[in-house]
């Protein structure tokens, strides 16, 4: 009987699945997170074999890892067409909305998924849920004026919301926000809560992304990989 893989190894894999899905000569967004680390690693293997593309990062992390492998490294404002992103999430639910921002990057990463044509995500089978919640919803606040809206996200159905820190600090954002985590028992109707929270003088952008992807592949710990399409208009 052969092993299960571990969270670890289904996200090498992942990773490396996904790099095969890059079309030569194409303009790709890459998310950020430590699945991705692997698709950029493995991509890098493949720009080194001959491959042509261009990649627009998520994140000044994502840059980093990219021009270290020796990826060509565009901004989003010089791209032009992008054909595809892969990024992975911290929660998909099955209608295909997802949580992301654990990596405090979802600005940049929904502003990059908004200008591609197509969203892969890449996440292990344990983040496939219904409905959405286990994981704490990220809202990219101004610092300025993040204390009220702790009351105001409150009001929405967060059970908790918690300032993001790190080393005793507020975690910054590329963009020099602040992250307020919110936590909620479940999000049923996450399109309504989106709506809701971007009503909120000071909110810059939340981490549901509703309608936005495309494919699901979607990795297991017996080493399968299942790729699951958003058939869009019916």
Not at 14 to 30: K, S
Not at 38 to 61: E, F, M
Not at 134 to 157: D, H, M, N, Q, S
Request: charged share 20%; net charge negative.
């Amino acid at each position: 009987m052969s092993s299960l893989l571990t969270k670890d190894q289904i996200k090498q894999r992942l990773g490396e699945y996904a790099a095969t899905l890059v079309p030569d000569n194409a303009t790709i967004g890459l998310g950020t997170g430590t699945t991705v680390y692997w698709l950029i690693k493995a991509l890098g293997n493949r720009v080194r074999d001959g491959l042509q593309c261009r990649v627009v990062p998520t994140s000044a992390a994502t840059q980093k890892l990219a021009e270290e492998e020796g990826i060509p490294v565009l901004s989003l404002n010089d791209a032009g067409p992008i054909e595809l992103t892969i990024d992975g999430a911290d929660e998909a639910d099955h209608g295909f909305q997802l949580i992301k921002g654990g990596g405090a990057a979802l600005l940049q990463e929904k502003m990059v998924a908004a200008a591609s044509a197509k969203l892969f995500i890449i996440i292990g089978d344990d983040k496939y849920v219904n409905p959405l919640g286990r994981f704490p919803l990220p809202v990219e606040v101004i610092p300025a004026g993040w204390k009220p809206l702790v009351a105001k996200l409150l009001a929405t159905g967060a059970k908790q919301v918690i300032l993001r820190e790190k080393n005793n600090e507020p975690v910054l954002t590329d963009h020099g926000h602040y992250i307020l985590d919110c936590h909620y028992e479940t999000i049923d109707h996450p399109a309504a809560l989106n709506t809701s929270i971007h009503l909120l003088p000071g909110v810059v952008e939340t981490g549901l992304f509703i309608d936005m992807a495309d494919t699901l592949v979607i990795g297991y710990p017996d080493g399968e990989i299942r790729l699951k399409e958003n058939v869009k208009g019916i």
